[in-house]
C-alpha cells in the first residue's frame, strides 16, 4: 500500500515559480516510478513528467521541458516538481503517481495505480 500526499499549490503570476511535493509512505516507495499529472475540469488528466526509481532519465512532456524539473528525495521519501515560467493555461490541479509495475518513466496514466488527491495550481495572467 502506498499513500501520496501532494503539497506545495497555490496561486502564482504568469512567468512566476512553484516547487510541488509528494509525501510518499510505504517502505517500497523507493523502487517505483514516480509520475506527475495534470487535470483541468472537464479535460483528460495531462501527462507532465516522470523518474525513474534511480532517479535517472527524467522524462518531461514537450511543453514543460526546459521549464519543469522532476526529482525525488530517497531520505525524506519525497517527490517534488520544480515549476518555472509558469503560464496561465498551466492552471489544473495537479496529481503525483506511483507506477509499480513498468519500471521506466512513462506518461501513461492507466499505468499508473496509486495517486494523491492533488493540489491546485493556479496561474493568473
Known amino acids: 500500500q502506498v499513500q501520496l500526499v501532494e503539497s506545495g499549490g497555490g496561486l502564482v503570476q504568469a512567468g512566476g515559480s512553484l516547487r510541488l511535493s509528494c509525501a510518499a509512505s510505504g517502505h517500497t516507495w523507493s523502487t517505483y516510478v514516480m509520475g506527475w499529472f495534470r487535470q483541468a475540469p472537464g479535460k483528460e488528466r495531462e501527462f507532465v513528467a516522470a523518474?525513474?526509481?534511480?532517479?535517472?532519465?527524467?522524462l518531461y512532456a514537450d511543453s514543460v521541458k526546459g521549464r519543469f524539473t522532476i526529482s525525488r528525495d530517497y531520505v525524506k521519501n519525497t517527490e517534488s516538481l520544480q515549476m518555472n515560467r509558469l503560464k496561465p493555461e498551466e492552471t489544473d490541479v495537479y496529481y503525483c503517481?506511483?507506477?509499480?509495475?513498468?519500471?521506466?518513466?512513462?506518461?501513461?496514466?492507466?499505468?499508473?495505480?496509486?495517486w494523491g488527491q492533488g493540489t491546485q495550481v493556479t496561474v493568473s495572467s
Open positions: 503517481a506511483v507506477d509499480r509495475t513498468t519500471g521506466s518513466a512513462n506518461g501513461v496514466a492507466v499505468q499508473y495505480d496509486y
Open positions: 523518474i525513474t526509481r534511480s532517479g535517472g532519465n527524467p
